[in-house]
């Protein structure tokens, strides 16, 4: 205690102060009693005594708990947020490294190497998708042309992780014939495939698409001309690459054919600048836009035809894994080349389209041996090819 307290109180004691003294210092005195009070509270006997009722103190220690919960559950949202955002970066950088960058190049070994196994696979492309955690999504629709009309009958996507490519997934619906249709090989007897009498049955007033197989080898030129002023269009030209006689194919039957379609498989490089318009900023100017066209290409042009589908392949054979995976199976793209490159480029037959009576009439040519029709469909033809001829 301070003196002065001590004075005042013994002061107190001996009755020597003042009234107004006295009544002060009962209060003070009081108001000890008060705080001796509450410390007494806490301790009972050596324990200390809770001040908070159990209930109370649930209470407090449940909200503390969802109070930590909460913080950890945000802490790692946030983390999860962060590790995705950079990732993310991450991932577009990846894929966009190079030139051409490395999202393009695998959206084209699926185009080119669909182009080149797909008799319609030229009338669609691939966009793809960058994802988190270093993935992509390439995916493209799968269509057929049946007569002047093209239709989708399905959809296919690929993964990839990195630069690893997962097998493609494939989905068709709609009106897809459930049989692949094949090709014969020349000279090959298979009987009871083809179907003439089908093409019999249909009515005036509709359309096909068949795969036509040759009695013997045409070069490309030889194929134009057969099929000069028929009322009908090429949509693809099977090459005979020196594996499909006695490979893998049962007795001259292919269903899985490589070849071109009737335009040139354009690339990246084979594009000419048309236009470009730069915008001036700040720090100088920058390309705002780009137009490109490819080169002309006159119909019968097979030099041309010919040198974009080997210019394919070989670009396809720097990515042969990625091809054999979307063709389940081995492609053997360097076998391929080198056997056309030293015997030439030659056919064993075609996809065609057209007026189910025009193609009909292909059954007493000579050079005909086999037909399989793949799809058909209401009348849709436009006969201004007759018309200019």
Same mark, same amino acid.
């Given at each position: 205690m301070k003196d002065d307290f001590k004075k005042r109180l013994e002061a107190y004691e001996k009755g020597n102060l003042s009234e107004t003294e006295m009544e002060e210092m009962e209060k003070e005195l009081e108001r000890l009693e008060k705080y001796q009070e509450y410390l007494e509270e806490k301790e009972v006997d050596g324990t200390k005594v809770p001040l908070l009722s159990d209930t109370k103190q649930r209470k407090i220690l449940t909200l503390s708990k969802w109070k930590a919960r909460i913080s950890t559950t945000f802490t790692v949202i946030c983390f999860i947020i962060l590790v995705t955002i950079v990732t993310s970066v991450l991932t577009m950088i990846y894929f966009a490294w190079g030139k051409p960058d490395r999202a393009e190049v695998f959206g084209d070994v699926i185009d080119y190497t669909m182009t080149v196994t797909n008799p319609y696979a030229a009338y669609g492309g691939t966009s793809t998708n960058v994802k988190p955690f270093f993935g992509m999504e390439a995916s493209r629709d799968l269509e057929k042309r049946i007569g002047d009309e093209t239709v989708k009958v399905g959809e296919m996507k690929v993964n990839f992780l990195f630069s690893l490519m997962a097998f493609p997934e494939e989905e068709y619906f @709609?009106?897809? =014939? +459930? !049989?692949?249709? *094949?090709?014969?090989?020349? @000279?090959?007897?298979? %009987? @009871?495939? =083809?179907?003439?009498?089908?093409? !019999?049955?249909?009515?005036? @007033?509709?359309? *096909? $698409?068949?795969?036509? $197989?040759? %009695?013997?080898?045409?070069?490309? !030129?030889?194929?134009? +001309?057969?099929?000069?002023?028929?009322?009908?269009?090429?949509?693809?030209? *099977?090459v005979d690459t020196g594996l499909e006689e006695n490979d893998r194919w049962y007795e001259g039957v292919i269903t899985e054919p490589i070849g071109f379609p009737d335009i040139p498989i354009w690339h990246d490089d084979d594009m000419r600048l048309d236009s470009r318009e730069e915008e001036k900023g700040f720090l100088g100017s920058k390309v705002v836009s780009e137009g490109y066209s490819s080169p002309t290409y006159e119909e019968g042009d097979t030099d041309m035809l010919h040198t974009q589908f080997l210019k394919t392949l070989l670009f396809l054979s720097e990515h042969e894994g990625k091809a054999d995976k979307l063709v389940f199976g081995d492609i053997r793209l360097a076998k391929r080349v080198d056997y056309l490159k030293t015997n030439g480029i030659q056919h064993y037959g075609v996809v065609i389209t057209g007026p189910t009576k025009e193609i009909l009439q292909l059954q007493s040519e000579s050079w005909v041996s086999h037909l399989d029709v793949d799809e058909v469909g209401f009348w849709n033809w436009d006969n201004w090819r007759v018309e200019e001829e």
């Amino acid at each position: 205690m301070k003196d002065d307290f001590k004075k005042r109180l013994e002061a107190y004691e001996k009755g020597n102060l003042s009234e107004t003294e006295m009544e002060e210092m009962e209060k003070e005195l009081e108001r000890l009693e008060k705080y001796q009070e509450y410390l007494e509270e806490k301790e009972v006997d050596g324990t200390k005594v809770p001040l908070l009722s159990d209930t109370k103190q649930r209470k407090i220690l449940t909200l503390s708990k969802w109070k930590a919960r909460i913080s950890t559950t945000f802490t790692v949202i946030c983390f999860i947020i962060l590790v995705t955002i950079v990732t993310s970066v991450l991932t577009m950088i990846y894929f966009a490294w190079g030139k051409p960058d490395r999202a393009e190049v695998f959206g084209d070994v699926i185009d080119y190497t669909m182009t080149v196994t797909n008799p319609y696979a030229a009338y669609g492309g691939t966009s793809t998708n960058v994802k988190p955690f270093f993935g992509m999504e390439a995916s493209r629709d799968l269509e057929k042309r049946i007569g002047d009309e093209t239709v989708k009958v399905g959809e296919m996507k690929v993964n990839f992780l990195f630069s690893l490519m997962a097998f493609p997934e494939e989905e068709y619906f @709609g009106r897809i =014939s +459930q !049989e692949q249709p *094949a090709f014969i090989y020349p @000279g090959k007897d298979v %009987s @009871g495939i =083809s179907d003439w009498d089908q093409l !019999e049955q249909l009515p005036e @007033g509709t359309v *096909a $698409s068949a795969y036509l $197989s040759f %009695s013997k080898l045409m070069n490309t !030129e030889e194929v134009f +001309q057969k099929f000069y002023r028929k009322n009908m269009d090429i949509l693809w030209f *099977a090459v005979d690459t020196g594996l499909e006689e006695n490979d893998r194919w049962y007795e001259g039957v292919i269903t899985e054919p490589i070849g071109f379609p009737d335009i040139p498989i354009w690339h990246d490089d084979d594009m000419r600048l048309d236009s470009r318009e730069e915008e001036k900023g700040f720090l100088g100017s920058k390309v705002v836009s780009e137009g490109y066209s490819s080169p002309t290409y006159e119909e019968g042009d097979t030099d041309m035809l010919h040198t974009q589908f080997l210019k394919t392949l070989l670009f396809l054979s720097e990515h042969e894994g990625k091809a054999d995976k979307l063709v389940f199976g081995d492609i053997r793209l360097a076998k391929r080349v080198d056997y056309l490159k030293t015997n030439g480029i030659q056919h064993y037959g075609v996809v065609i389209t057209g007026p189910t009576k025009e193609i009909l009439q292909l059954q007493s040519e000579s050079w005909v041996s086999h037909l399989d029709v793949d799809e058909v469909g209401f009348w849709n033809w436009d006969n201004w090819r007759v018309e200019e001829e």
